[in-house]
């Protein structure tokens, strides 16, 4: 096995030197020079980073460089992972979600489905498949799915989960023994707000404890940057807190709690008070450009904006929210064209229709009830009627 023909072939026989093995001859024992006694153990794959968690996604086929941000966003607002010393650690939301999808519907969360569809997506951009072929073949293949899961009890579920996550929280079944009735057995439940561990012998034994591994357990031994709550309360009123989504600041401010959430960019332990009191005056109007029209600014779901009529614009990366100028405003919305205003078609049950201009073309709006444009208008290139609208959007209703 150690000897390759291509190389040794091409050397003289006297060229002992350059020859990967010595001269050798058949039956001839083989002394080992060295035995080193050294004992290795099998290291778990490294945590993902943001970078290698990039290069992985680009390796499979997943998303593309303009979601890449959003994809990770996703994962620590939704709060399904932590970032600790730069690793993505799996949040307990994490691991049950993980644990259901790959149970219930296997097939949607394999690599291969969304590289797939990355490549379908991408021919729809091309004008190679119609988007509605790509729904119906979507929606005929997943609403079996969601038959097959439709009858699944709370308690089905639940055993699932326990079957699944036991071996990461209990390393026996003595570990399993309730420490309160010491008879009652452990196991993961399903509550209101999430999994949690329970022991069998409830509603006697109300013994119950949060998910915690060895790696949530050590947390606040990793310094103070990788704590999951620094939420503090400000001099003027002003607090610091963590939701859901996200830190966010909090005032009470004539009668009513007003909120703001912090941007992707900013550190919660750096906010500052006059940070704080900056975040909590947001939304704010920077002032009015040359026609005489207001401009804002503003923290949306979506990051930082900024708002010229009903305009928006995402703010750029290089700038701070905190410390846009009018000018610079008026800067980044120069070559920003400004949204068509709604074009009211009419009154209808005391409500106006309108025809506005959205990201995928015309549609119409009657309160909630929102429809499409048919594409025989533009080619017609008018606008529908009142009676027309109606039959549009009582359609859309049905």
Same mark, same amino acid.
């Given at each position: 096995?150690?000897?390759?023909?291509?190389?040794?072939?091409?050397?003289?026989d006297?060229?002992?030197?350059?020859?990967?093995?010595p001269?050798?001859?058949?039956? *001839?024992?083989?002394?080992?020079?060295?035995?080193?006694?050294?004992?290795?153990?099998?290291?778990?794959?490294?945590?993902?980073?943001?970078?290698?968690?990039?290069?992985?996604?680009?390796?499979?086929?997943?998303?593309?460089?303009?979601?890449?941000?959003?994809?990770?966003?996703?994962?620590?607002d939704?709060?399904?992972?932590?970032?600790?010393?730069?690793?993505?650690?799996?949040?307990?939301?994490?691991?049950?979600?993980?644990?259901?999808?790959?149970?219930?519907f296997?097939?949607?969360?394999?690599?291969?489905?969304?590289?797939?569809?990355?490549?379908?997506?991408d021919?729809?951009?091309?004008?190679?498949?119609?988007?509605?072929?790509?729904?119906?073949?979507?929606?005929?293949?997943?609403?079996?799915?969601?038959?097959?899961?439709?009858? !699944?009890?709370?308690?089905?579920?639940?055993?699932?989960?326990?079957?699944?996550?036991?071996?990461?929280?209990?390393?026996s079944?003595?570990?399993?023994?309730?420490?309160?009735?010491?008879?009652?057995?452990?196991?993961?439940?399903?509550?209101?707000?999430?999994?949690?561990?329970?022991?069998?012998?409830?509603?006697?034994?109300?013994?119950?404890?949060?998910?915690?591994t060895?790696?949530?357990?050590?947390?606040?031994? !990793?310094?103070?940057?990788?704590?999951?709550?620094?939420?503090?309360?400000?001099?003027?009123?002003?607090?610091?807190?963590?939701?859901?989504?996200?830190?966010?600041?909090?005032?009470?401010?004539?009668?009513?709690?007003?909120?703001?959430?912090l941007?992707?960019?900013?550190?919660?332990?750096?906010?500052?008070?006059?940070?704080?009191?900056?975040?909590? *005056?947001l939304?704010?109007?920077?002032?009015?450009?040359?026609?005489?029209?207001?401009?804002?600014?503003?923290?949306?779901?979506?990051?930082?904006?900024?708002?010229?009529?009903?305009?928006?614009?995402s703010?750029?990366?290089?700038?701070?929210?905190?410390?846009?100028?009018?000018e610079?405003?008026?800067?980044?919305?120069?070559?920003?064209?400004?949204?068509?205003?709604?074009?009211?078609?009419?009154?209808?049950?005391?409500?106006?229709?309108?025809?506005?201009?959205?990201?995928?073309?015309?549609?119409?709006?009657?309160?909630?009830?929102?429809?499409?444009?048919?594409?025989?208008?533009?080619? *017609?290139?008018?606008?529908?009627?009142?009676?027309?609208?109606?039959?549009?959007?009582?359609?859309?209703?049905?």
């Open positions: 096995k150690a000897y390759q023909e291509d190389f040794d072939d091409k050397d003289d006297k060229d002992d030197e350059n020859r990967l093995l001269l050798m001859n058949v039956g *001839e024992d083989v002394n080992p020079a060295e035995i080193k006694p050294n004992q290795h153990f099998t290291e778990p794959p490294p945590r993902y980073s943001e970078a290698s968690l990039v290069k992985k996604m680009e390796e499979l086929g997943i998303g593309r460089p303009s979601t890449y941000a959003s994809i990770i966003s996703v994962l620590q939704r709060q399904y992972v932590t970032l600790q010393n730069r690793k993505f650690i799996p949040e307990d939301r994490g691991v049950i979600v993980t644990i259901f999808l790959n149970n219930y296997k097939n949607y969360v394999e690599y291969s489905f969304t590289a797939d569809l990355e490549n379908k997506l021919e729809i951009s091309a004008g190679k498949m119609k988007w509605k072929d790509l729904l119906n073949y979507f929606w005929d293949n997943f609403s079996i799915n969601l038959k097959d899961v439709e009858p !699944l009890t709370k308690l089905e579920v639940s055993s699932k989960l326990d079957e699944e996550l036991g071996k990461h929280f209990f390393k079944e003595e570990d399993r023994v309730c420490p309160d009735c010491k008879g009652g057995r452990l196991g993961v439940k399903l509550g209101k707000f999430g999994a949690f561990i329970a022991c069998s012998n409830y509603p006697e034994c109300k013994y119950t404890k949060q998910f915690s060895e790696e949530t357990e050590n947390m606040d031994d !990793l310094g103070d940057d990788n704590k999951k709550d620094v939420s503090k309360t400000f001099g003027n009123g002003i607090s610091l807190k963590k939701g859901p989504y996200g830190y966010y600041v909090e005032k009470e401010v004539d009668g009513k709690l007003k909120r703001t959430g941007t992707r960019k900013m550190v919660p332990e750096e906010i500052t008070e006059d940070m704080a009191t900056k975040l909590i *005056e939304p704010k109007d920077l002032g009015f450009d040359e026609d005489g029209v207001m401009i804002s600014a503003g923290i949306g779901r979506f990051g930082p904006f900024l708002k010229k009529k009903s305009t928006f614009k703010l750029p990366a290089t700038d701070n929210i905190l410390e846009i100028t009018l610079r405003a008026k800067a980044i919305l120069k070559d920003v064209k400004p949204k068509a205003e709604p074009i009211v078609i009419g009154k209808h049950k005391k409500k106006d229709i309108t025809l506005n201009e959205g990201r995928y073309g015309p549609y119409l709006k009657h309160g909630k009830v929102m429809a499409s444009l048919p594409k025989n208008f533009k080619t *017609e290139n008018r606008n529908p009627t009142l009676q027309e609208a109606i039959e549009i959007l009582e359609k859309k209703g049905k």
